[in-house]
């Protein structure tokens, strides 16, 4: 546009010299230069510069040879374009002020547990405040949310009895205490509401369960009281308690005036959170959206919900160049972008252990899928029952039984483990941790049901016919070998005496067996065995 000026002003003074050849004025082109220099000054063009321009345009148009065609649509295009970059700045300005106001929660806010006004009061009214504007924003917020300004209680604390003879004094000095009494404890009572439903105190435990805001003199504290009603200074509670009180105060305060129609933004909240208070405060955060948008980002795999999957965006910086990326799909070129999904996704997969009231933990996979299978022909046959309400539950490996325990008797589970008798099993049956947990009566051991084998394991329950269900798939007859060796684990002759045995592929085809077999066809020393294990099983479990 600005070559399309300089040709056109370029005609126009020559047209100018030629209508007015002696004239003492200046040329147009002076006047054009003015008003072009502001505009590459300022870099853009506003609604006045650009309204300047088509004045100084309009001026001269009568300059224009009307002759030239190329001149005269020089001129209109130079109008349409000044007329358009009117409009979209109209545009501009008004999607501007339809723009909402975005409210950002960090972790810097925090309300102190005693607070002296007077003190606070001088910071404010010599603006003290500038150079770490986030050291009395929590203190400030809380002031607005009891109603008060630092002064006011100030003057409060600061002010002497009147005299006794006073009345009208002594009315207005009462008034006033009273006035702020009342104002602290309304407002300790919604703090107190909120932060519970939220907190879930634990009544079995000393947790945190009353805010109660008071004044004293020129110090204002705030001070949490458990259930037995014992007080201590917030800043004595635990880090996450302390966030939580100050993130309420700090919203409920503006929630006053800015945090209406505004767009809130949390920036990692809750990080001082344990994980399953940070899945509390997740409905919190839905809470907030019913009323004001919400937006958070997060690291943490409790603050995303497998419930809302369609709400979670990806966001990214692969690199500078091309800037932060924000996926509309749960996907992601950088796997670590993906990692709080998957961990969320791992934790509510692994509660699903937690579904049932009496739970068997079990060494392997090949030990669940030789209980089971065995349960199920017994059933059939109404030998022994295994209790349908015991889930069996496989911990890949002896080391980990005792991890399983924990957390499932930490759940008031009913809980019971079945160890191999070999040198893994028994290693995990004398961990304390595991005695501990159970107790010995509900530590099973394989060798209480096979008595004649050395350190037995499951299979070995099973010694008969799993010869026969090796036999058919190997091509292999250890029996005479397992016959003159009994007290040899079983696994341990199918490893010696057979090429690439596995354990779980003799499992596989144990299952397959038991599909065209009936537990009579079992030895009836084996049926006996389970049907042993079996009863014990129930009966710790019941």
Request: glycine share 4%; hydrophobic share 35%.
């Amino acid at each position: 546009m600005n070559k399309n000026l300089v040709r056109l002003f370029s005609h126009i003074d020559k047209q100018f010299e030629i209508e007015e050849p002696e004239t003492t004025k200046e040329k147009p082109s002076v006047e054009l230069k003015l008003i072009t220099d502001n505009i590459s000054e300022t870099q853009e063009f506003t609604k006045e510069n650009s309204n300047e321009l088509l004045a100084c345009l309009e001026k001269f148009y009568s300059l224009i040879d009307e002759e030239n065609e190329k001149e005269e649509e020089r001129y209109n295009d130079i109008i349409d374009k000044i007329k358009y970059n009117n409009k979209f700045d109209e545009v501009l300005k008004l999607l501007s002020s339809k723009i909402p106001v975005f409210v950002l929660f960090n972790n810097y806010f925090k309300v102190k547990p005693s607070i002296h006004l007077e003190h606070l009061a001088q910071r404010l009214e010599q603006n003290l405040l500038e150079d770490d504007k986030f050291y009395d924003y929590g203190n400030l917020c809380l002031l607005k949310l009891l109603g008060f300004s630092a002064r006011e209680l100030a003057s409060i604390g600061s002010t002497a009895s009147p005299a006794k003879n006073d009345l009208d004094g002594l009315s207005k000095y009462r008034d006033a205490l009273d006035n702020r009494t009342y104002q602290l404890n309304a407002a300790s009572v919604r703090l107190t509401k909120e932060i519970k439903d939220i907190w879930n105190p634990n009544p079995n435990r000393p947790e945190a369960e009353k805010i109660r805001i008071s004044a004293d003199g020129q110090y204002l504290k705030v001070v949490v009281e458990d259930e037995i009603g014992v007080e201590i200074e917030l800043d004595q509670r635990s880090e996450g308690f302390q966030w939580i009180v100050s993130f309420f105060v700090v919203f409920f305060s503006e929630a006053m005036d800015k945090h209406k129609n505004a767009i809130l933004l949390l920036d990692e909240p809750g990080l001082s959170l344990h994980g399953l208070k940070q899945r509390d405060f997740r409905s919190t955060i839905s809470k907030l959206a019913e009323k004001n948008q919400t937006i958070y980002t997060t690291h943490s795999p409790f603050l995303v919900g497998p419930d809302e999957l369609d709400i979670v965006r990806v966001v990214e910086l692969k690199n500078r160049k091309e800037g932060t990326k924000i996926h509309t799909t749960i996907s992601s070129s950088d796997p670590a972008g993906l990692l709080p999904l998957q961990e969320a996704f791992g934790y509510d997969l692994a509660q699903s252990l937690f579904s049932q009231q009496r739970n068997l933990i079990l060494e392997g996979l090949t030990d669940y899928w030789y209980l089971d299978s065995v349960a199920q022909m017994f059933k059939s046959d109404n030998i022994e029952v295994l209790n349908e309400k015991i889930a069996l539950v496989f911990a890949n490996s002896a080391g980990k039984v005792v991890y399983y325990a924990t957390i499932l008797f930490a759940h008031n589970l009913k809980v019971a483990a079945l160890l191999d008798s070999d040198a893994a099993g028994d290693q995990a049956a004398q961990q304390e941790n595991l005695v501990h947990t159970l107790g010995n009566k509900n530590i099973l051991r394989t060798k209480d049901y096979c008595q004649k084998v050395s350190k037995p394991e499951i299979e070995d329950l099973l010694r008969d016919t799993l010869i026969i269900v090796a036999n058919e798939e190997y091509g292999k007859d250890v029996k005479t070998i397992a016959t003159k060796q009994p007290t040899r684990p079983i696994i341990d002759i199918f490893t010696s005496e057979i090429k690439d045995f596995s354990k779980y592929k003799l499992a596989k085809a144990f299952i397959r067996w038991t599909r065209s077999n009936k537990s009579s066809d079992l030895t009836t020393k084996e049926i006996e065995q389970f049907r042993k294990l079996i009863q014990q099983i129930n009966k710790v479990l019941k």
